[in-house]
């Protein structure tokens, strides 16, 4: 038990957008939650929507919210700065990003349960791909106050892409598809020489499918232990539409309720199907 | 405070807002929400996920697909199957449901789903379940195919009266019919289930639909095709219900698509005797509270209610 899972409240409610920030091909913006607790687990994750015009988009949409681990929290005196780092890439995505200072977010959370402490005798590698960097952050804020700094190993589309590897300071090393940034390669190729250098290592990654089923399968073949943090399409987030399941070796488990993260020593894959935001 | 309370098959409910079957799970909730799920249940009686008799994993993902003011799942019924369902599901919910209303020695009123693929298996179901003290009321899921006649149950008269024929000695338990708006006539199945000796019917289940991959063309949910439900069915469901309520003497519980107090009043003006909140719970986990609120709002200013929507 003692699972990394702060409860939120069972109501929709509204948060106030204090920042939009534009990191070359993401946005990352943040709003003030006056009404949610002050202490969501890194890796969690929120449901949001515009509180306004919600709908009426590209095909007629977006309809549902978005689910998106928080990037960042921030306590201050009238509720918590909470942080989302979003790409505009459908109907959802782009009315968030086109969120204005002082608008309206609804949003739900803090969900399902997020990363646990590393396993005894190892040091926290963070392995982020694209925008799934963004639950690293507020891991990597974390650890570096409990522990020290981790290693942060990022990998990106692009220089536009890669913009967004500031918000982790100068220690994290960063690879890109195009060399634009850094060597050209994959963030795996940066994994498999940390691990070379000492294995004694829990991985904690976030990226897209191919990348996190490259990082499941090296580590399940060093044996070294790995916590996922996943993405499916999403309806609810609290466990009621059955929609965002992963299969695993107990079956299909729920990743709004058993995840987002997941030990990946349970899958079977980590290749599942994503929803256009 | 106006009184909200009134009364379902017999059963005493403190208003008349349930959740669509599939739509909620107590269990999950509890794990997100914590005891604030209790304190403010959103929901005046619950009606469970339906229950089969063999445990099912459910389709393949993808199992979601949005669309236009709505969804398309293909979930495919996961559960634990009738005997872990009573063994570990069913004392859980029943004790989460006791905490959400201590006024009543059960709380709030538990209604059970269940299908199944033949008239004996729905018989057996209906029985172990029904004798369940935890149990106020039990709906029947006929959307689904009668494997020893390979038609729709629900789709069909003479198929939804044999099944209600076959399980109507199997309890003393309120029943009530999941109707499936993809029949052809819905109200005549209606009227069968009525006269078969249902208690009440509900509906819209979700409709057909599909969607395609963009860019393979071929279909995008692991199951092939799902249902619709969402504020894409509601005016859909508002005919079918109208329809139904002017065909039966027996409750009619209408939902698809209710997202507000007024389309709840909507389908209460048609003849509804309570309403179901489904994929609006999936937006807010309290819409079903909300709505309730806001229901009770227009009767307070006993106004004629505004359409909820029109063309002007």
């Given at each position: 038990?003692?699972?990394?899972?702060?409860?939120?409240?069972?109501?929709?409610?509204?948060?106030?957008?204090?920042?939009?920030?534009?990191?070359?091909?993401?946005?990352?913006?943040?709003?003030?939650?006056?009404?949610?607790?002050?202490?969501?687990?890194?890796?969690?994750?929120?449901?949001?929507?515009?509180?306004?015009?919600?709908?009426?988009?590209?095909?007629?949409?977006?309809?549902?919210?978005?689910?998106?681990?928080?990037?960042?929290?921030?306590?201050?005196?009238?509720?918590?700065?909470?942080?989302?780092?979003?790409?505009?890439?459908?109907?959802?995505?782009?009315?968030?990003?086109?969120?204005?200072?002082?608008?309206?977010?609804?949003?739900?959370?803090?969900?399902?349960?997020?990363?646990?402490?590393?396993?005894?005798?190892?040091?926290?590698?963070?392995?982020?791909?694209?925008?799934?960097?963004?639950?690293?952050?507020?891991?990597?804020?974390?650890?570096?106050?409990?522990?020290?700094?981790?290693?942060?190993?990022?990998?990106?589309?692009?220089?536009?892409?890669?913009?967004?590897?500031?918000?982790?300071?100068?220690?994290?090393?960063?690879?890109?598809?195009?060399?634009?940034?850094?060597?050209?390669?994959?963030?795996?190729?940066?994994?498999?020489?940390?691990?070379?250098?000492?294995?004694?290592?829990?991985?904690?990654?976030?990226?897209?499918?191919?990348?996190?089923?490259?990082?499941?399968?090296?580590?399940?073949?060093?044996?070294?232990?790995?916590?996922?943090?996943?993405?499916?399409?999403?309806?609810?987030?609290?466990?009621?539409?059955?929609?965002?399941?992963?299969?695993?070796?107990?079956?299909?488990?729920?990743?709004?309720?058993?995840?987002?993260?997941?030990?990946?020593?349970?899958?079977?894959?980590?290749?599942?199907?994503?929803?256009?935001? | 405070?106006?009184?909200?309370?009134?009364?379902?098959?017999?059963?005493?409910?403190?208003?008349?807002?349930?959740?669509?079957?599939?739509?909620?799970?107590?269990?999950?909730?509890?794990?997100?929400?914590?005891?604030?799920?209790?304190?403010?249940?959103?929901?005046?009686?619950?009606?469970?996920?339906?229950?089969?008799?063999?445990?099912?994993?459910?389709?393949?993902?993808?199992?979601?697909?949005?669309?236009?003011?709505?969804?398309?799942?293909?979930?495919?019924?996961p559960n634990k199957g009738l005997d872990g369902f009573l063994e570990s599901d069913l004392p859980e919910i029943a004790q989460s449901l006791k905490e959400s209303d201590p006024s009543r020695p059960r709380g709030i009123p538990l209604v059970v789903s269940v299908m199944g693929f033949g008239r004996d298996e729905l018989a057996n179901l209906v029985a172990a379940v029904g004798e369940r003290a935890e149990v106020a009321m039990l709906e029947?899921?006929?959307?689904?195919?009668?494997?020893?006649?390979?038609?729709?149950?629900?789709?069909?008269?003479?198929?939804?009266?044999?099944?209600?024929?076959?399980?109507?000695?199997?309890?003393?338990?309120?029943?009530?019919?999941?109707?499936?708006?993809?029949?052809?006539?819905?109200?005549?199945?209606?009227?069968?289930?009525?006269?078969?000796?249902?208690?009440?019917?509900?509906?819209?289940?979700?409709?057909?639909?599909?969607?395609?991959?963009?860019?393979?063309?071929?279909?995008?949910?692991?199951?092939?095709?799902?249902?619709?439900?969402?504020?894409?069915?509601?005016?859909?469901?508002?005919?079918?219900?109208?329809?139904?309520?002017?065909?039966?003497?027996?409750?009619?519980?209408?939902?698809?698509?209710?997202?507000?107090?007024?389309?709840?009043?909507?389908?209460?003006?048609?003849?509804?005797?309570?309403?179901?909140?489904?994929?609006?719970?999936?937006?807010?986990?309290?819409?079903?509270?909300?709505?309730?609120?806001?229901?009770?709002?227009?009767?307070?200013?006993?106004?004629?209610?505004?359409?909820?929507?029109?063309?002007?």
């Amino acid at each position: 038990m003692n699972e990394p899972r702060t409860l939120a409240p069972p109501e929709r409610r509204v948060a106030t957008v204090s920042g939009v920030e534009r990191l070359g091909a993401y946005d990352l913006i943040t709003a003030l939650d006056r009404f949610g607790p002050s202490d969501p687990r890194p890796g969690q994750f929120y449901m949001l929507a515009a509180a306004r015009e919600w709908g009426g988009g590209g095909d007629e949409r977006p309809y549902l919210p978005r689910a998106f681990s928080y990037a960042r929290a921030r306590v201050e005196s009238d509720g918590l700065a909470l942080s989302f780092l979003l790409e505009a890439v459908g109907p959802g995505t782009e009315r968030l990003s086109a969120l204005a200072p002082e608008e309206d977010l609804a949003l739900v959370g803090p969900l399902g349960v997020g990363f646990r402490p590393p396993a005894d005798g190892t040091r926290p590698v963070l392995v982020g791909g694209g925008i799934g960097a963004a639950p690293l952050l507020c891991w990597q804020e974390e650890l570096a106050a409990n522990r020290g700094s981790p290693a942060v190993r990022l990998g990106f589309r692009s220089a536009a892409h890669a913009q967004a590897a500031a918000l982790f300071g100068p220690s994290a090393q960063v690879v890109t598809d195009d060399g634009s940034v850094g060597r050209q390669a994959l963030v795996t190729e940066l994994l498999a020489t940390e691990l070379d250098d000492d294995p004694r290592a829990t991985i904690y990654a976030c990226g897209p499918p191919q990348m996190l089923e490259a990082v499941r399968a090296f580590c399940a073949e060093r044996e070294v232990p790995a916590q996922l943090a996943m993405e499916s399409g999403m309806a609810c987030g609290f466990g009621a539409c059955f929609g965002c399941v992963v299969p695993t070796s107990n079956g299909y488990v729920r990743l709004c309720v058993d995840g987002p993260v997941i030990n990946a020593a349970v899958l079977e894959t980590a290749l599942v199907a994503g929803t256009g935001h | 405070m106006s009184d909200r309370s009134t009364e379902l098959c017999g059963v005493a409910l403190r208003g008349p807002v349930l959740n669509g079957s599939g739509t909620f799970d107590v269990i999950a909730a509890r794990r997100a929400f914590g005891d604030a799920l209790v304190e403010r249940f959103p929901f005046d009686a619950f009606v469970s996920k339906t229950i089969t008799l063999a445990p099912r994993q459910g389709n393949p993902p993808p199992r979601l697909w949005e669309t236009p003011a709505g969804l398309i799942n293909s979930i495919g019924l996961p559960n634990k199957g009738l005997d872990g369902f009573l063994e570990s599901d069913l004392p859980e919910i029943a004790q989460s449901l006791k905490e959400s209303d201590p006024s009543r020695p059960r709380g709030i009123p538990l209604v059970v789903s269940v299908m199944g693929f033949g008239r004996d298996e729905l018989a057996n179901l209906v029985a172990a379940v029904g004798e369940r003290a935890e149990v106020a009321m039990l709906e029947l899921n006929v959307s689904c195919p009668n494997v020893e006649t390979g038609l729709v149950i629900g789709a069909d008269p003479v198929e939804t009266a044999l099944a209600l024929e076959r399980v109507r000695p199997e309890t003393t338990k309120p029943l009530i019919v999941k109707l499936t708006p993809n029949a052809v006539d819905p109200a005549a199945v209606a009227a069968a289930a009525q006269d078969a000796g249902a208690d009440a019917v509900s509906l819209v289940n979700t409709l057909k639909g599909m969607a395609l991959h963009p860019r393979t063309k071929q279909p995008w949910l692991g199951g092939r095709a799902g249902g619709v439900s969402g504020p894409a069915v509601r005016a859909i469901a508002l005919e079918q219900v109208a329809a139904v309520a002017g065909r039966v003497e027996i409750p009619v519980i209408g939902m698809g698509g209710i997202a507000s107090g007024r389309h709840a009043a909507d389908f209460l003006a048609v003849g509804a005797s309570a309403i179901a909140v489904g994929t609006e719970s999936f937006r807010d986990p309290t819409a079903g509270r909300r709505i309730a609120a806001e229901l009770a709002d227009l009767s307070l200013t006993g106004e004629p209610r505004q359409p909820a929507s029109s063309t002007v």
